[in-house]
T-cell receptor, first 109, second 118 residues
Framework: GQNIDQPTEMTATEGAIVQINCTYQ??????LFWYQQHAGEAPTFLSY??LDGLEEKGRFSSFLSRSKGYSYLLLKELQMKDSASYLC??????????WGAGTKLIIKP | GAGVSQSPSNKVTEKGKDVELRCDPI?????LYWYRQSLGQGLEFLIY????????KSGLPSDRFSAERTGGSVSTLTIQRTQQEDSAVYLC????????????????FGQGTRLTVV
């Protein structure tokens, strides 16, 4: 079966750095996505990785290792507005998006 | 349109009634996804369309749920004889087809339809 694993909940302090991990087992691989979802809102796109390595976009970076079936989302200089759920998704060989259950990130002052 | 549009944004219906939810994807997006999300939970996959065909219907919870897509654009999700457990936010997303390489083809989500069955 296909599976995406990510921690259920994480807590971090404002101004700090947090890393949210995602491991996957899917039928093929055509890219990995990270989305942010604030409570009561739709998910919004954060980052995309299709090749191994680090993609940096401002305070957010995403890393991919295809051989290990592993990715992480790194958030720097945390702000209170970063409190949200972070969803990892993999596009499989059938072009289907397989979603993790999301990691709820709680930012404390 | 500029983004994925879903209607209605909110729907309250009586148990046993049928409801129809609509999704207008971004123009030119051939892939369309329906998800369901209960409060505080992750995305529950319902159905995926590639053009007008649905290669994956495995997520539909029961035969009360059906979906169609016409003209490779608008999609409707129909729930017959609604039950209280159908109450959730129904999200639609669309994306371009991936053609390989580094080109990003992320899925764009609509704001969802909040369905409440009373």
């Amino acid at each position: 079966g296909q599976n995406i694993d990510q921690p259920t909940e994480m807590t971090a302090t404002e101004g700090a750095i947090v890393q949210i991990n995602c491991t996957y087992q899917t039928s093929g691989f055509n890219g990995l996505f990270w989305y942010q979802q604030h409570a009561g809102e739709a998910p919004t796109f954060l980052s995309y990785n299709v090749l191994d390595g680090l993609e940096e976009k401002g305070r957010f970076s995403s890393f991919l290792s295809r051989s290990k079936g592993y990715s992480y989302l790194l958030l720097k200089e945390l702000q209170m507005k970063d409190s949200a759920s972070y969803l990892c998704a993999v596009r499989d060989s059938n072009y289907q998006l397989i979603w993790g259950a999301g990691t709820k990130l709680i930012i404390k002052p | 349109g500029a983004g994925v549009s879903q209607s209605p944004s909110n729907k309250v219906t009586e148990k046993g009634k049928d409801v129809e939810l609509r999704c207008d994807p971004i123009s030119g997006h051939t892939a369309l996804y329906w998800y369901r999300q209960s409060l505080g939970q992750g995305l529950e996959f319902l159905i995926y369309f590639q053009g007008n065909s649905a290669p994956d219907k495995s997520g539909l919870p029961s035969d009360r749920f059906s979906a169609e897509r016409t003209g490779g654009s608008v999609s409707t999700l129909t729930i017959q004889r609604t039950q209280q457990e159908d109450s959730a936010v129904y999200l639609c997303a669309s994306s371009l087809n991936w053609r390989g390489g580094r080109m990003n083809t992320e899925a764009f989500f609509g704001q969802g339809t909040r369905l409440t069955v009373v």
